[in-house]
């Protein structure tokens, strides 16, 4: 979970920033309005460039961004015999996935989760929690690795920002058309610059959009998982990624959270039926009935 939200967070901060920014620079060249209306093919152009670069900048950032926000801490030197034998099972499941050896770091939190980002397959991140490692077993440690190493062998961050560049690039432009509309129809502005309307508007139009947008990349986290399940399966064995799921169900199965977060719980149990497009990851019963069902 702390790989998607991590990126989802960055990338509306960045878009957000850039895109107040690039409203003065949007007047300026004339994209914004003309006196006729709207100029949508220089608008979509720019949205383009703006939406991607917002994507692929958060991307480059997650690994920064992880690191200060966890607190990890890369092993460049194993200390004891536990960090000896999570580098050396990274090693191993990237050698069997076909990617470069990732950073493998560790960070203090007594929750028991794992996560995998990065801009490149090569040069990706993989990062444990103390928690982690004081409760799950060997074997059920293994699957986990295994699963994050999936997600980077299978290129998921790259993925996620394209698709992220995509609706980024729908949100710019429809926020705008948006604006437009409340400036000259509801406000019924004739200036030949925009108003103050029309960029209220066009913000809030934005926020509301990227939520909306939000929905379908935490859609896209679902399918992914389900993939990366099955990839931990087979780098580790599919009795232990059931093991190492079922591990979490009954150690998270207890808590109760809030029904404002229990979307976002690693359990993925949705606090009600519109809450359920929020969660990052499928409920856990899913996934292990996943595995237990494939062939």
Do not use: C
Request: charged share 15%; net charge positive.
């Amino acid at each position: 979970m702390k790989r998607v939200m991590l990126f989802v967070l960055t990338n509306i901060a960045v878009l957000l920033v850039l895109s107040v920014s690039a409203n003065i620079l949007l007047n300026v060249l004339g994209v914004q309005q003309l006196p006729g209306g709207l100029n949508l093919t220089a608008l979509l152009i720019f949205a383009a460039v703006l939406g991607f670069g917002g994507s692929f900048i958060s991307l480059a950032m997650s690994k920064w961004l992880a690191k200060r926000m966890t607190g990890a801490t890369v092993i460049d030197q194993p200390r004891n015999s536990t960090e000896q034998w999570l580098v050396e099972t990274v090693r191993h499941h990237a050698r069997q996935a076909g990617i470069g050896m990732p950073e493998v770091a560790v960070y203090d939190a007594p929750d028991v989760n794992a996560f995998a980002t990065g801009m490149k397959r090569d040069h990706a991140m993989v990062a444990v929690s103390t928690g982690l490692l004081q409760t799950m077993n060997k074997d059920e440690a293994e699957a986990v690795l295994g699963h994050e190493i999936t997600h980077v062998a299978n290129g998921d961050m790259i993925t996620l920002a394209l698709l992220q560049g995509v609706l980024n690039t729908f949100v710019i432009v429809l926020s705008r058309v948006v604006g437009y509309f409340v400036d000259r129809v509801l406000l019924k502005s004739d200036r030949d610059s925009v108003g103050i309307g029309y960029f209220v508007s066009t913000i809030v139009a934005q926020i509301v959009l990227g939520i909306l947008a939000s929905m379908i990349v935490m859609w896209f986290s679902r399918r992914r998982e389900f993939r990366a399940d099955a990839g931990g399966a087979k780098l580790a064995g599919r009795e232990k990624m059931i093991s190492a799921l079922e591990r979490l169900k009954a150690l998270h199965e207890p808590t109760q959270l809030p029904n404002q977060m229990a979307a976002f719980g690693i359990t993925g149990k949705p606090g009600g039926g519109f809450m359920r497009l929020f969660m990052s990851h499928p409920p856990l019963e899913e996934r292990i009935a996943a595995l237990k069902q494939a062939p």
